[in-house]
């Protein structure tokens, strides 16, 4: 499945997630993103993210790019040195960016201890979708 079909999905089962931020606001949260961790965003996640500023699907948390759940601030928050966050399963996995282009679901409380890497941001989202993250053998 593409972006597009997983957040159709999303809205069909879970509820729509929040509406997406105006362009702009996209193209200065990108060049953020590269100038604090060296992380282009991946193509996928820059359509997720004219799609939708993120939301809560489940217990999972994807944040955006606008003042709700700025993924940015995440970042200050966390300390996350060069990964961005980009959610949360609601417990102590996270999911981030890495600079490579991997995604990954991680421990929040140590970025280094990686728990899945997916080869793209949509393989991330479409695990979470299906219930299958984390660290835990319940949510895999």
Known sequence: M?????????????????PPRPPTDLEVFAAEANRRFGV?????????????DGGQYDHALFY????DDCALDRADDLHTGSVLPIGSSGNV????????????????????EVYESFPSFTALLAAVLAGRTGKGGADR
């Open 93 to 112: 996995d996270g999911y981030v960016l890495r600079p490579d282009g991997r995604a990954e679901t991680v421990n929040f409380f140590g970025l280094t």
């Open 64 to 67: 955006g790019a606008g003042p």
């Open 40 to 52: 282009e965003l991946p193509a996928d996640y820059r359509r997720f993210l004219t799609l939708t």
């Open 2 to 18: 593409d972006v597009d079909a997983l957040v159709r999905l999303w809205s069909d089962t879970y509820g729509p997630p929040r």
